[in-house]
């Protein structure tokens, strides 16, 4: 990290930028079209890496997927309708400290009373730091309070539909 900070890369490149938007699409489409995962597969397979680290890039987006295709039966969006994030939202300042948040799926809905309600989900891949109950919880506190500032028009936040999903583990 410290490295990092002292001398930043002139560019970073996303590790499951491919997985992550065959995700995005597929959720904002209210899981109803399959097919954009495994297209998303069948174009990472065709690929071919300049380098090792390329290679492995290629493969752990893949994996994602399949992951991701693994778990999928256990989401329910229940009444909410999906949409894409933002690509370039507002940062959430809490406390002096901007925090980039740029929730991939944000969701609204109508519960039983017919009131409107938000939320908003988050991805998360890293294999080797999968997210703990406590950072599970921190996060979607996060994106309750981002829905809340920003993408609530009217109507309430849903608690219950402010989450991340961890694809990684």
């Not at 495994?38 to 174009?43: L, P, V």
């Not at 991701?68 to 039966?73: E, N, S, T, V, Y």
């Amino acid at each position: 990290i410290l490295q990092d900070q002292k001398f930043p890369q002139d560019y970073i490149v996303v590790y499951y930028k491919e997985a992550s938007e065959a995700i995005s699409q597929f959720l904002s489409s209210n899981m109803q079209d399959i097919s954009i995962l495994d297209r998303a597969i069948r174009i990472l397979e065709q690929k071919s890496g300049d380098t090792i680290q390329a290679q492995r890039r290629i493969n752990g987006n893949i994996d994602a997927i399949e992951n991701f295709q693994l778990m999928a039966d256990d989401i329910d969006f229940g009444a909410m309708e999906p949409s894409l994030g933002a690509n370039s939202p507002d940062h959430l300042k809490i406390r002096g400290v901007s925090i980039s948040v740029r929730p991939e799926i944000t969701l609204i809905g109508r519960n039983k009373r017919g009131q409107t309600q938000n939320g908003a989900i988050k991805l998360h891949f890293s294999k080797n730091f999968a997210l703990s109950e406590d950072a599970s919880a921190y996060v979607s506190a996060i994106l309750n309070t981002y829905t809340h500032d920003f993408l609530m028009n009217d109507g309430a936040v849903s608690s219950s539909y402010c989450h991340v999903i961890d694809v990684g583990s």
